[in-house]
């Protein structure tokens, strides 16, 4: 099994709606989130594009943040999500350092905090919070090993890129061009 | 009456016991909860109780429901898989809703304006009773002193209902909402002298299966009207071509085959060379033309010199562009919508230009077909029986000299207008309630609305929030919020009609209490209790749900019920006979009613003034995560978005000296400098000859906590009003700003 995400680009509005549906799905104290919203404009009036990107921790496979962790509070969890365990971490942001992502922040309660691909939801047979919310549809989750999942499926079909290849990390998030 | 009888009174001066606010509120309310019938029908299988509501953030009222966990405190709120508005899918502000409910400056007990022995204004705190007393004690003198016509109320929200029954059942007809003539209104009188019916809301535009959809100054994305938004992704999805006219590069525009980056005010031309297109390029749908509208060859002869030549000098979009996308329109036709968008007060000549978006989707023989418009179906609900309302001796209708006839709802400025005493009115308004809009930022022209609000002789604000317009008012009514009380059923017209409820899923918070016990309270105070017949809405809702075959009880479980259409088909049949509600009984391409009332029967593009040298014009819009002025202090929202920026290409960025981020103070045509100053962001995504910012922002109420001098008002620059001569819209877009680097 392996978890990944898929986000199309040419859907995304950039509403922030997956941020604040994150926030009160996962009691994540305003002025933080585990998602948000990157805006890329290219080019000079009236030759122009522009990217809406909903971001989060891409679940890597290669996690610079699970190699670094001291006290093994980061770890790997089924569908090779990246998790971790609070009573574990000692907030020491040797993780936050490490992600090229920017995707964690140190909880006010002194623990770094991130993006769970709402698994307490997947294991009851939900979407992701931001998934289930977001007004465009524009979020594809599921296992990249069932060729018939959403995300499998809309992969095949599109092109798409990774943010940050060059890190190495194989991240999971896919974002759709 | 002195012009300061009404002092601006910040909420806050009130008494000591808005100061600490924060945690301590929090605390106390974690003491006060009581989980409400945790073990109640509507316990789902996890650790959440769920109640039904509909949002309150913005109008499009998506049904969802309210989940709570096991500290009896909101956790979120979910959208219903059976709301055609929202199909399970709130937007961010219906999400963040449950900030409405958590803002600890919310008002909290009911104020009344008095003056001190040393003159000073403040509010003082009051009971229910005192402050329905007073209010009494004031609307009986206006309606013996002046009738019960002198009462007016100004409405945005669904508490409005109620105070809207009071008004009717003592005999004022004056009943507004600033959705009219502020925003929607020409679009309504466009179609309207057109197909002979309007839009309403949700606007029924068959995204979902169009494969043209053409949008003009209208930023689906931006503004979040949830089902259109989701509809326009389906449409992105399979492959439906988009068209946008903008001067600003917007979301929707970024995910366009075509943009058209227009010169702001001249879209009626563009328009018009569309038509013209479509006419003489023969690619009109002939069929539909000819069996259903009257007036093309009169049409025909009008539109013959204004070709895609003549509209490129003027709106600088290249012809062949021009042609290029109304052939894409005709390919796609009847799947094409030329969306009519929903803020249209743009120019003063806008139901015009919506009169050419309604005979353009006539033209393509969209109204009525499938991926243009759909025939919107909408339940009838029967009210509690009570005596018929009085008839109003005179309504602001009567203030306007004959003006603005074919406007189908009261305009807000109308009734502001018919407040200021006239020697050309016999009477003027002496007392306004006001429900749930903030009309120091809805309505342009701001001295003019101050100075209605002086000539008044009792304004009673009702709001969750304390928004400016409570510092004018003589009593303050505290609202609990949407999450915290019921309110009358959600009726709305869509494919499927569709009824919905809100029930609580809280105790009103402080001393708040719900528009309808207010209005009912006051009802019975002034002898019209006959009026509201219940004792309590549950009362109400339950006979009125029993009468369309459901119950409170079984609302309280679905939340949303669907009824069946009234009538079989969503779209025309192939070559059915139709009968329009016009006085051809015809799609009027030719419209014979605006003829009748002395205006053009057919558009024609005029030029509108443009900036002078070191100006620029002022365009406003909307962000998604924010609604108006109303999410502006939501601790949720404002996380997201908390200030606006203005926008400003680089290269007027480059001649100002402006850098990203820099504060500004902005000035208008009229020497109006804004009051705070606003951050500038430098974008190619801008006009060299506009400005961009998103409304409802710079607030100047401290008691905003979160809100208060963030970023700038568009409002407060919105000095020059053009005028809808047709039906008394306010346009909005005529004016130019500068910057300014100190306020001094």
Known sequence: MRYAMAVDTKKCVGCSD???????????????????????????????????????????????????????????????????????????????????????????????????????????????????????????????????????????????????????????????? | MGKNRRDFIKISALGAAGLVAGTRYLMAQNQIVIPENPKGPWRMPHDLVRTPTYCEVCFWKCAGWTYKNDAGQIQKIIGNDDDPNSNGRF??????????????????????????????????????????????????????????????????????????????????????????????????????????????????????????????????????????????????????????????FSTAASKSKYWLPIKPSTDLALLMAWIHVLIYEERYDKKYVEQYTFGFEQLKEHVKHMTPEWAYGITTIKPQVIRETAREMSYASPATIVHPGRHVTWYGDDTQRLRAVAILNALLGSWGRRGGFYIPDKAKVPGVPHPPYPKPRRTWRDAMGGKYELADLALANGVCDATIPSATMDCSIKAWIVNGTNLIETLPNRPNTMEAINALDLMVV???????????????????????????????????????????????????????????????????????????????????????????????????????????????????????????????????????????????????????????????????????????????????????????????????????????????????????????????????DSVYMVHGFGHANKKLSRAFGRGASDSELITNVMMDPIMGGTGMRGNFITFRFNKA
């Open chain 2, 91 to 248: 937007c961010p502000r219906g999400t963040g809703g449950v900030g409405m409910y958590y803002d600890e400056d919310r008002l909290q007990t009911p104020r009344i304006r008095v003056t001190g022995d040393d003159g000073k204004q403040t509010f003082k705190k009051a009971t229910w009773d005192e402050a329905f007393d007073f209010i009494q004690k004031k609307l009986e003198k206006v309606i013996e002193e002046h009738g019960p016509e002198c009462i007016a109320l100004f409405t945005h929200g669904s508490g409005g209902t109620y105070f809207g029954n009071l008004l009717k059942s003592l005999g004022s007809q004056n009943i507004t909402a600033p959705s009219y003539a502020q925003c929607r209104g020409p679009r309504e009188v466009g179609f309207i002298a057109t197909f002979g019916e309007g839009l309403s809301s949700p606007e029924p535009t068959d995204i979902r299966d169009s494969k043209c959809m053409v949008l003009i100054g209208s930023h689906i994305g931006e503004n979040m009207h949830n089902g259109h938004v989701q509809e326009m992704s389906d449409a992105i999805d399979k492959g439906a071509t988009i068209i946008t006219v903008d001067p600003r």
């Open chain 2, 462 to 688: 009702v709001d969750t929030m304390p928004m400016e317009i409570t510092g004018y008012a003589d009593v303050v009514l505290p609202e609990c919020t949407y999450l915290e009380r019921y309110d009358s059923l959600r009726v709305t017209q869509h494919r499927e009609p569709t009824i919905s409820l809100r029930m609580p899923a809280m105790k009103p918070k402080y001393d708040s209490k719900p528009a309808w016990w207010m209005a009912k309270n006051l009802a019975e105070r002034l002898g019209k209790g006959e009026y509201f017949p219940f004792d309590s809405i549950e009362e109400e809702l339950d006979y009125q749900l029993k009468k369309v075959g459901s119950s409170l009880d079984e609302m309280q479980r679905i939340g949303v019920k669907k009824l069946p259409r009234a009538y079989d088909d969503l779209y025309y049949k192939d070559g059915e006979e139709i009968e329009f509600n016009t006085n051809t009984g015809k799609i009027e391409l030719y419209s014979t009613s605006l003829e009748e009332y002395g205006f053009d029967p057919m558009p024609k593009y005029t030029a509108h003034p443009e900036p002078p040298a070191g100006y620029y014009r002022l365009i406003y819009g909307r962000a998604p995560m924010h609604t108006f002025s109303r999410t502006a202090n939501n601790p949720n929202l404002t996380d997201l978005m908390d200030e606006n920026t203005v926008w400003v290409n680089p290269k007027v960025a480059k001649e100002w000296g402006l850098k990203n981020g820099q504060e500004v103070y902005l000035q208008n045509q009229d020497n109006v400098i804004s009051t705070f100053p606003i951050k500038v962001r430098v974008t190619e995504r801008i006009r060299w």
């Open chain 1, 18 to 177: 997956c941020v604040v549906a994150c926030q009160t799905e996962n009691n994540v104290p305003i002025g933080y989130c585990r998602d948000w919203i990157v805006e890329v404009t290219d080019g000079t009036y009236p030759q122009l594009e522009l990217e809406h990107r909903s971001e989060r921790c891409n679940h890597c496979e290669n996690s610079p943040c699970v190699r670094c962790c001291p006290t093994g509070a980061s770890h790997y969890s089924d569908g090779g999500t990246v998790m971790v365990t609070k009573n574990k971490c000692i907030g020491c942001g040797a993780c936050i350092a490490s992600c090229p992502y920017d995707a964690r922040y140190t909880h006010p309660e002194g623990y770094v905090d991130k993006c769970t691909f709402c698994l307490h939801r997947v294991k009851k047979g939900q979407q992701p919070a931001c998934v289930a919310v977001c007004p465009t549809k524009c979020m594809y989750f599921g296992d990249l090993d069932d060729p018939n999942s959403d995300v499998s499926r809309v992969i095949k079909k599109r092109k798409y890129k990774t943010l940050i290849p060059e890190a190495g990390t194989n991240p999971q998030l896919y974002f759709l061009i």
